[in-house]
């Protein structure tokens, strides 16, 4: 999930807050490579040089996603996650 710039005043670690009091376990799964400490430390790496990924980064998110996952499961995520984004 991509969220909108400051979306309601909420960025993606208030969103991920609220889903994760929902119940509702979310992962940053997109870590661009300038932030990463190899590659930060060895070329020294600053976000502002990267503003696309780094924009990308900061309002990304993964949502719970396995293969076991129930309607009922994918019916959960999808109502914890309007009701966060649409009140």
Known sequence: VR????FKGMGR????????EAGIGCSV???PLHLQP???????????????????FEGCFSLP??????DA?????????HAILCK
């Open 65 to 70: 996603l396995y293969t076991l996952m129930s």
């Open 3 to 6: 969220l909108a710039d400051d």
């Open 29 to 31: 799964h997109y870590i």
């Open 13 to 20: 670690d208030e969103v991920v807050r609220r889903m994760y």
């Open 73 to 81: 499961d994918q019916e959960r995520v999808i109502a914890g996650l």
């Open 38 to 56: 190899y590659w930060r430390d060895r070329y020294q790496l600053r976000p502002e040089d990267f503003p696309n990924s780094q924009w990308l």
